[in-house]
């Protein structure tokens, strides 16, 4: 379980990279406004993205219980 949550935390922190990029270069080669919407779809994945990668960083010390 450990391995999905940080395959899962890495795949959301790349996609946040993605659309962060997207929602920024293309208006400036368009000449357009900002999408804020498309900032926020960006900032919540990379958190959630981050809490993944901590996730499966931590799993094995939550994991050992007796």
Same mark, same amino acid.
């Given at each position: 379980?450990?391995?999905?949550?940080?395959?899962?935390?890495?795949?959301?922190?790349?996609?946040?990279?993605?659309?962060?990029?997207? @929602?920024?270069?293309?208006?400036?080669?368009?000449?357009? +406004?900002?999408?804020?919407? @498309?900032?926020?779809?960006?900032?919540?994945?990379?958190?959630?993205?981050?809490?993944?990668?901590?996730?499966?960083?931590?799993?094995?010390? +939550?994991?050992?219980?007796?």
């Amino acid at each position: 379980m450990k391995k999905v949550y940080e395959e899962t935390g890495k795949y959301l922190y790349d996609i946040s990279k993605i659309v962060l990029g997207v @929602a920024v270069i293309t208006p400036i080669f368009k000449g357009g +406004s900002y999408s804020i919407t @498309a900032i926020c779809v960006s900032a919540v994945s990379f958190i959630v993205g981050a809490y993944f990668l901590h996730k499966g960083d931590n799993y094995e010390s +939550s994991d050992n219980r007796t």
